[in-house]
């Protein structure tokens, strides 16, 4: 048996399994009831320093406020 038969049919059969059961394992830890914190955080992650929204047209600052002014 040539080796790519071999492993042509370890993929049409066995990886394709692994594959199904791993992405239902996924989708199954992302679902499951403790993870509605984690990915709460993790979707306003990107907002956590911001003090207010940002205006129409405003342009983000270089720097925040408060923050020391050293060599950029």
């Not at 989708?27 to 993870?35: D, E, H, K, N, Y």
Request: glycine share 8%; hydrophobic share 40%.
């Amino acid at each position: 048996m040539e080796t790519y038969t071999l492993l042509r049919g370890f993929a049409d059969s066995w990886f394709l399994l692994f594959m199904t059961l791993f992405f239902v394992g996924i989708v199954i830890w992302a679902f499951r009831p403790g993870s509605r914190k984690a990915q709460s955080e993790a979707a306003t992650s990107i907002f956590r320093n911001d003090d207010r929204p940002a205006q129409d047209g405003a342009k983000a600052p270089s720097h925040r406020q408060g923050q020391s002014q050293g060599a950029h």
